[in-house]
C-alpha cells in the first residue's frame, strides 16, 4: 500500500544538504518522491510508501541533516501518484 505525504519544511534548509540528506533517508526507508528548493527558503518534499516509513521520514524532516535548522514543518496527505524513486529537484 502507497501513502503519499508532501511536507514543507522551513527555518535554515537551504545550502546545507537538506535535499541530498532527505533523498538518502528516504531511499533508506524505500520511499518514493522528491525534495526540492523553493523560491521562498523552504524545501518541498513528496514521500510515498508505507505508511510507517513515511512517518519516520517525517520525524527525520523534524531535525533534518546537522547542518539544517528546521523552524518549521507542515505535512499533509498527498493524493500524488508515487512517482519511480526518489530524487532531487
Given at each position: 500500500m502507497s501513502f503519499c505525504i508532501k511536507c514543507w519544511v522551513s527555518g535554515r534548509?537551504?545550502?546545507v544538504f537538506f535535499r541530498a540528506s532527505a533523498?538518502?533517508?528516504?531511499?533508506?526507508?524505500?520511499?518514493s518522491g522528491y525534495a526540492r528548493n523553493l523560491s521562498d527558503g523552504r524545501v518541498?518534499?513528496?514521500?510515498?510508501?508505507?505508511?510507517?516509513?513515511?512517518?519516520?521520514?517525517?520525524e527525520w524532516l523534524a531535525r533534518g541533516p546537522s547542518?539544517?535548522?528546521?523552524?518549521g514543518l507542515e505535512c499533509s496527505?498527498?493524493?500524488?501518484?508515487?512517482?519511480?524513486g526518489f530524487r532531487t529537484l
Open positions: 534548509v537551504q545550502g533523498r538518502e533517508q528516504a531511499q533508506s526507508l524505500g520511499l518541498e518534499v513528496l514521500a510515498c510508501g508505507e505508511p510507517e516509513r513515511v512517518e519516520r521520514l517525517r547542518a539544517a535548522a528546521v523552524e496527505e498527498s493524493g500524488a501518484l508515487p512517482p519511480h
